[in-house]
């Protein structure tokens, strides 16, 4: 079983910063992905950024410039380091991981409970 574990939500001005991490433990096989996802109140969950295995990066426009994630992949972790925060960005932000037993098997994805970011005007 795989386990994600998401921290550093919180409470942030207009204007301010967080960092968010994520770090997966168990029986993980080979990660493709790593990236966070969010859900505003009332909407759908949209992806805010990805990360590869080869550190290629994805990011949806509204964060592009703003937010940046990394990973660690000693530590199984990753991270996203969002700047400037607006109101728009309050939402449960969630971690996503896609990775396969082998390369031969499906790739399965996993979800971390979530971690709320509100930010106050």
């Known amino acids: 079983q795989v386990q994600l574990v998401e921290s550093g939500g919180g409470l942030v001005q207009s204007g301010g910063s967080l960092r968010l991490s994520c770090a997966a433990s168990?029986?993980?096989?080979?990660?493709?992905?790593m990236g966070w996802y969010r859900q505003a109140p009332g909407k759908q969950r949209e992806l805010v950024a990805t990360?590869?295995?080869?550190?290629?990066?994805n990011y949806v426009d509204s964060v592009k410039g703003r937010f940046t994630i990394s990973r660690d992949n000693a530590k199984i972790t990753v991270y996203l380091q969002m700047n400037s925060l607006t109101p728009e960005d309050t939402a449960v932000y969630y971690c996503?991981?896609?990775?396969?037993?082998?390369?031969?098997?499906?790739?399965?994805?996993?979800w971390g409970k979530g971690t709320l970011v509100t930010v106050s005007s």
């Open positions: 996503n991981l896609e990775a396969q037993r082998d390369r031969f098997s499906l790739v399965m994805k996993y």
């Open positions: 990360i590869t295995s080869r550190d290629a990066t």
């Open positions: 168990g029986s993980i096989g080979i990660i493709n992905t």
